[in-house]
């Protein structure tokens, strides 16, 4: 990707971010579009921009509405910030690291770039800060580098996390060849038995992302979380779910997570559509669990329990996944809300079935899988 070509798609994921946090329902697969006019059209002509711009990120009358207000805000500050002294603007590149959503997307660096923007460094206090800060919250200033901490200190757990869910069991099955080896000296009495162990093996990990309209504001982070836990783990499957399921394991065991969103762009998943929690696992349960239920496996639910379907339904498909596996994981964005109550029907009939009810609405709730998933 060439330089002009860098710049025009970290303004553009710039611009969905910011027209998110204005209210503007611009999702993954929206962003993505986005990127696509602008390569088609460039960002030369503003007017032109509007035009494609405004036709794939607004959804409803009063978006459509808003959009000429929000687009030209944006690029005045662009502008304005180009018109700088090329001197100050060096001295800010030195105190801010470009990236903004560019790294989220998998837009952003890779190869040994990315591993350099991996060993990123910022002093403990904003660390601390950054850590905390909602997701939803989170400003455009802060982005980049949240971007940079979230990619190091997600691996960095994966990685702890992986090797702990390995697990070595005795079994029960005699070995004859070392038995008998181990008792010549005994002039051949089977004194002393060897066992055959059971192969070192890591659990099973299976993520269902909640990828609905109400989860709009989470899902790029949740899912850079989903893709950073299945680069360490070899047993892991990962599906997204609003109004139907759609795996994508595949598609995230690339090293460009830039080709994997293009591609999850593709899928018919129903992006930032509602939400029917209940009818996606009764999917899931009739086309995967035989595959991928054990009592090794951990099954986690990244989702907001905005349910739209009959909350019965959710709770007995909860019942089948729950009585498979080793332990249910639900991960909720709203619990980091103070005043959050899961009272809604689907939330309440899902609770009795689940094992672990955390929050996941900001990377120190994350880093908290760890502690989850310890036996």
């Not at 162990?197 to 899912?223: A, E, H, K």
Request: proline fraction near 2%; include cysteine; glycine fraction near 6%.
């Amino acid at each position: 990707m060439s330089q002009s070509q860098a710049k025009m798609t970290e303004l553009i994921i710039s611009f969905c971010r910011f027209a998110r946090t204005e209210g503007i329902s611009a999702g993954i697969k929206e962003t993505v579009d986005a990127l696509e006019v602008a390569r088609l059209i460039g960002i030369k002509d503003r007017e032109v921009l509007k035009t494609g711009l405004r036709a794939v990120l607004c959804s409803s009358k009063e978006e459509w509405d808003r959009f000429d207000e929000l687009f030209w805000l944006f690029w005045r500050e662009v502008d304005r910030s180009a018109k700088q002294h090329p001197a100050v603007r060096r001295e800010q590149s030195k105190e801010q690291p470009q990236s903004s959503a560019v790294s989220l997307l998998g837009t952003g660096n890779t190869g040994k770039e990315a591993e350099d923007a991996g060993k990123f460094v910022l002093g403990g206090s904003k660390t601390d800060r950054l850590k905390k800060s909602d997701f939803s919250q989170v400003s455009q200033d802060d982005l980049a580098d949240l971007e940079k901490i979230a990619a190091q200190l997600l691996k960095q757990m994966s990685l702890r996390v992986s090797r702990r869910l390995k697990m070595m069991t005795a079994g029960r099955q005699i070995d004859l060849r070392r038995t008998i080896r181990r008792n010549l000296h005994r002039g051949g009495e089977l004194i002393d038995l060897s066992f055959k162990n059971r192969r070192r093996q890591q659990s099973r990990l299976v993520i269902v992302l909640d990828i609905s309209g109400s989860m709009n504001p989470y899902s790029l982070f949740l899912l850079r979380f989903a893709y950073a836990l299945q680069k360490h783990f070899r047993r892991v499957n990962t599906f997204l779910f609003s109004t139907r399921l759609s795996e994508i394991t595949t598609l995230l065991r690339t090293r460009d997570l830039r080709q994997a969103l293009r591609a999850l762009a593709q899928e018919s998943a129903g992006w930032s559509g509602g939400t029917q929690i209940g009818e996606s696992l009764h999917e899931f349960n009739f086309l995967h669990a035989r595959r991928l239920l054990t009592r090794d496996t951990i099954f986690m639910i990244l989702s907001d329990g905005w349910d739209t379907g009959e909350p019965e339904a959710l709770a007995a498909e909860l019942a089948v996944i729950k009585a498979r596996v080793r332990k249910l994981i639900w991960l909720n964005p709203l619990l980091g809300m103070p005043d959050y109550q899961p009272v809604t029907r689907g939330m309440s009939a899902a609770l009795p079935h689940i094992d672990v009810f955390a929050p996941a609405h900001d990377l120190e709730s994350l880093l908290e899988l760890e502690r989850h998933l310890g036996r």
